[in-house]
């Protein structure tokens, strides 16, 4: 019998594959550094969790599944004080339109850039949105 992989809590809402409800790899894990469960993205915004899933959703914010009980985190490093970093939503969109997984994303946003310099995630949050989405367009 087929496992029902249809989770109405998950970060797209929609139905997810076994593979993606996998714990991410080490790498990319590593590659973040410092992430946020929903409860502390929520509490950080002031709102909701159920309001952070309807992020997740629009596509506003990203979450993978990491750790012993597989939980939703988001990196930390989208976050700025009670809001995400400016440029991100934009820069989100692109990575999708140019099919990049949610784990792909990650992996490309917290990579060194020498072009940069640094992680495209540290542009956004040096307010070098402009930079950073050029070169995501450049992915398509």
């Known amino acids: ?33 410092e992430w946020l469960t929903l409860p502390d993205v929520a509490e950080r915004f002031g709102i909701q969790v159920t309001r952070v899933r309807q992020l997740l959703r629009d596509n506003q914010l990203i979450a993978v599944r990491r750790g012993e009980n597989h939980a939703l985190h988001v990196p930390a490093g989208f976050i700025v004080g009670d809001h995400t970093v400016k ?7 692109l990575l999708k339109d140019a099919k990049f997984t949610d784990e792909e994303a990650l992996r490309w946003l917290f990579t060194p850039d020498e072009s940069l310099p ?17 070169r995501a367009q450049a992915e398509l």
């Not at 076994?18 to 990319?28: G, I, M």
């Not at 440029?87 to 969109?93: A, D, E, P």
């Not at 992680?119 to 402009?130: H, I, K, S």
């Open 1 to 33: 019998m087929l496992e029902d992989v249809t989770d109405k809590n998950t970060a797209v809402g929609t139905a997810e594959t076994v593979a993606q409800r996998e714990a991410l790899d080490p790498e990319t894990d590593a590659l973040v550094g």
């Open 87 to 93: 440029g991100l939503t934009g820069t989100l969109t």
């Open 118 to 134: 640094g992680t495209p995630v540290d542009a956004l949050r040096e307010n070098r949105g402009t930079e950073v989405r050029r």
